[in-house]
């Protein structure tokens, strides 16, 4: 007969095993990605703040309500802070109420997607197709008309304003 003590361990394992699966399942295939910007650990760290760095290339999240670009209204585009690839309009940003900085479409060939499963939950990751520097997520709570909300960390994007002629 089992031993009670060895099929709670043995079921705790299969368990635990489980969730590494779960949790790190997607980042192998994050390893082998290959992108236009490619730059050794040593030179990210040196260009970027700890921040930049922290969310840009660990996957970090900004706290909410932290980045100065929340409240940004200027006319311009923001762009990567790794790369400085444009990536959303000023015209596509709108107050989600989040804390963080978000816009309902980005500009072409600029974004890519992948799942994210941290946490414990399915999301949809967006990082910047040129340099693979994570920005944040996408959620399907968002306004006209797109339906999207592409919730970004602020401290991923630089603000470029739009020259004076054009505004």
Partial sequence: MIDRRLMLTSLAGLFGFAALRWFGASAPARAAEKFEVEKTDA?????????????????GTERPWTSPLLKEHRKGTFACAGCDLPLFSSDTKFESGTGWPSFFRPLDNAVATREDRTFGMARTEVHCRRCGGHLGHVF?????PTGLRYCMDGFALNFHPASSSAT
Wanted: glycine letters at 4%; hydrophobic letters at 25%; aromatic letters at 10%.
């Fill in 43 to 59: 030179e990210w760290r040196a260009q970027l703040t700890p921040e930049q760095y922290e969310i840009l290339r660990q996957e």
């Fill in 140 to 144: 399907d709570d968002g306004p006209k």
